[in-house]
């Protein structure tokens, strides 16, 4: 799902529009709420040096790796169910 | 017996509203104080700068290199904030969006500076601001300011009233509105880094509104010069509306005949329209704008329509309907 809506934000909208202005375009006044939540209550060091730079990467840069961080998860777990448990238990 | 005590964040009435701080204790009729008035718009700087302390009664204005004095026909009915307050507790999203960017501010470089003025004007200028300031009567005004956010300031400003800035530019017949635009130094301003908000900060008022008394340019505050956390060098202070109107660091200032789509606004207009007059009885969707906390004191006070300056402003939007006036 990740993966195919990091393609669809990549083809539909330009590619290197940045993330918030993408969030922006779906909604104007979510980007504000959270960055007067994060700095006023929280830290503005969160907003600047956590936010602001993901924030201004292409829109499709985290859908994309988070679907592959999911993808590599999946599939490691694929791998394990599929396994013998341990080989140490046959060696020992 | 009743004892009255003073709270540390009184000043006595005297100080508030001194003896002749009114115009008819002054002895002046109000035709004598509008006719200075009008006399400093198009009299030579001098002249008018003579005529301004002839009809001003001593009131204590705040020294410095900026000090000028004061105008007796604003009173805020209530104590200075701390300068340190007004120093120090700042909306400026260009700086982020925390009150103490104080310190961030101090990277914008306030010289040399220059105004655009263009648009619907008999002549397109670019003005730098030591010849603007040579052009204008420089005068202190205690200004209350209200933020949408329910808090309150009481500030010292020095400047001249926007209808001097307007007499400079000439707008034409046509223009209705003029529009004012903030400084966009990405170096120095790290909230700039946020490009999906429409930088430059924009706002506007109607031509009627610049051209009100109330409505104020300021280059100085507590006698100084403006300070960058605080819009300096130059801003605009439009006090019956909610403080967001007041635009800060301005470098263009532009006449139209189609009203403009402010800075918040097009964030979100429900919540920060155009007009955005102070009305304690119109609610922000989010929190009450029945009453206010003043910055600097331990205190909360009801909020006054226009923010008090009812008497000067109301007039104004008489014949406007179906608009949002108070948001």
Known sequence: ?92 | MLIRRRHGWEIAQSRATPEGATPEAAGLGRRALLGAAAASLIAPAALARAAFAATTPALPSFPGPMSAPVNPRFVPGRAITPAKDVYTYNNYYEFGSEKDIWEAAQALPLKPWSIRIDGLVAKKQTIGLEDLLKRVTLEERLYRHRCVEAWALTIPWTGFPLRALLAIAEPLASAKYVVFHTIEDRRAMPGLREVWYPWPYTEGLTIAEAANDVAFIATGLYGKPLTPQNGGPIRLVVPWKYGFKSAKAIVQVTFSEKRPVTFWEAVDGSEYGFWANVNPAVPHPRWSQARERLIGFDEVVPTQIYNGYGEWVASLYTGIKGQQLFR
Do not use: K
Not at chain 1, 48 to 62: F, G, K, S, T, Y
């Open chain 1, 1 to 92: 799902m990740l993966l195919v809506a990091a393609f669809a934000i990549a083809t539909l909208e330009p590619p290197d529009m940045p993330l918030g202005s993408f969030l922006y375009s779906i909604d104007a006044d979510l980007l504000n709420l959270l960055q007067a939540g994060i700095q006023r209550h929280l830290t503005p060091w969160l907003w600047d040096r956590v936010m602001v730079p993901v924030l201004i990467r292409p829109a499709w840069l985290l859908p994309a790796a988070a679907g592959l961080l999911c993808a590599g998860g999946a599939a490691t777990l694929a791998m394990a169910s599929n396994n013998p448990r341990s080989t140490r238990r046959w060696r020992s």
